[in-house]
């Protein structure tokens, strides 16, 4: 029963943090609108993908799981 203690605390914490990355999400203006990102625009609809942010913030997830590994 520890270890689903642990995944289940492990859950609450990314859980928290990707709610903390939506609220202060829009408030970083930048992210989304970075070179790379693909916006189409028509009169009815639009589409949008942000293929550079979520790259970007993929290196930065992966490094710090890199550096919570090694501790």
């Not at 203690?5 to 829009?26: D, E, H, N, Q, Y």
């Not at 990102?37 to 009815?44: A, L, P, T, Y």
Request: charge should be positive; aromatic fraction near 8%; hydrophobic fraction near 60%.
């Amino acid at each position: 029963m520890t270890s689903l203690g642990k995944i289940l605390i492990m859950v609450g914490l990314i859980t928290v943090a990707v709610g903390i990355v939506f609220v202060i999400g829009g408030r970083i203006p930048w992210l989304g609108r970075l070179p790379g990102d693909i916006v189409i625009q028509r009169k009815n609809w639009s589409f949008f993908f942000p293929i550079t942010t979520s790259i970007l913030i993929s290196i930065v997830i992966s490094a710090l799981l890199a550096l919570l590994r090694k501790r």
